[in-house]
């Protein structure tokens, strides 16, 4: 997300029309978040389409600083006396649904996790629905009191810069020095929000912190390229093997998500592989075996630990208060039992298999 400064009514209008063409014009996803007051305009580009994405926002920008900032020769051109010179600010921003601090389970040691809104995958048992919109929401939440219930209006998503981001980890250094944990993006999708993951992730790298993406694979695999050399850990969810059931689950083909895993594989950077167990869904034996055979065949030392992330109904009632239809009413978590054979199961794969994040 970018803040255009300095505001003039009519002048900003028509940088929207121009903002807006361009994407028209190039073919990107028309997911465009427009928010304007009397101090600023805010514009919000999403990479919702990664496997046709056909610019680079940072081409956008390129184009925007060259209607901006050079000076026409004729300057009583049609275009210009539209387009006039001003000074304007960019400053890049992501959508943030919740900040955890003293995070024990997305990575080592004690972690500040910043969970980004927005996701392309539609996951049947989603246990952040909040985070699955690229917008910001307000929902009523109704809270019980006796026999009296109190309503009130929730915001749900907020705009960080990158030094948002570097003040919230600053006042929680001490512990974070101390356990040797860091920084976690997850979501939601972080990749979605990818200009401003990179931003996040340089700043982060630059101050001393150890990086962590927590990712369900799904985005383009330059996108993956640019963010390995300042990301020390990725959380890498593997849902499906099998295309079409992976389509079915989560409304996306997993083909792009096995081939990021491939490449983060080569990176050298560690990776934990977390398994959501969703019975009825994912936990039949043929697919575990096959699983099992995947991680054994594609192991590399970047892979370090592989998570079994039970199925639980805590989220259930998110769904209601942000009007989202909840589909597994009807499955029951695993059983503990299971969850620990499938533990020794998977420690064939020659890496520590935790139970949990």
């Not at 997300?1 to 028209?24: A, G």
Request: aromatic share 12%; net charge positive; charged share 25%.
């Amino acid at each position: 997300m970018f803040v255009l400064s300095n505001p003039n009514n009519d002048n900003h209008l028509n940088l929207l029309l121009l903002i807006y063409s361009i994407k028209k014009l190039f073919n990107l996803h028309p997911l465009l978040n427009l928010n304007y007051d009397n101090r600023k305009i805010e514009i919000s580009f999403y990479d919702a389409t990664p496997w046709q994405k056909a610019l680079q926002l940072s081409d956008v920008l390129q184009l925007l600083n060259i209607f901006l900032f050079l000076n026409p020769q004729n300057s009583n051109s049609c275009f210009y006396s539209r387009f006039p010179i001003q000074p304007y600010t960019f400053y890049m921003k992501g959508l943030i649904f919740s900040v955890k601090r003293y995070s024990i389970h997305d990575g080592p040691g004690i972690r500040v996790t910043f969970f980004m809104k927005g996701c392309p995958l539609n996951c049947m048992w989603c246990h952040n629905p909040e985070g699955i919109s690229p917008f910001p929401e307000n929902v009523i939440r109704s809270d019980k009191v006796g026999e009296r219930e109190f309503s009130n209006s929730e915001e749900v998503g907020k705009y960080y810069s990158v030094e948002n981001i570097l003040e919230v980890l600053e006042k929680e250094r001490v512990f974070i020095n101390q356990s040797k944990g860091g920084v976690t993006f997850s979501g939601g999708e972080p990749m979605l929000q990818f200009e401003f993951l990179l931003e996040a992730l340089k700043a982060c790298k630059e101050n001393g912190y150890h990086t962590a993406v927590d990712t369900s694979g799904y985005s383009s695999t330059e996108n993956y390229k640019s963010i390995i050399p300042v990301t020390d850990l990725f959380l890498f969810d593997i849902k499906h093997l099998d295309e079409a059931r992976h389509i079915e689950l989560t409304g996306v083909s997993n083909i792009g998500i096995l081939d990021n895993y491939r490449l983060l594989l080569e990176s050298r950077k560690d990776i934990m592989v977390r398994v959501p167990v969703i019975p009825g869904f994912n936990d039949d034996p043929d697919h575990l075996k096959k699983l099992k055979q995947f991680l054994l065949s594609t192991k590399t030392e970047s892979l370090k630990k592989i998570n079994l992330l039970s199925f639980h109904k805590i989220g259930s009632s998110k769904y209601k208060r942000f009007n989202i239809p909840y589909r597994m009413g009807n499955v029951e978590p695993p059983a503990k039992g299971k969850i620990q054979d499938l533990k020794e199961f998977f420690l064939e794969v020659g890496v520590k298999v935790k139970i949990g994040g």
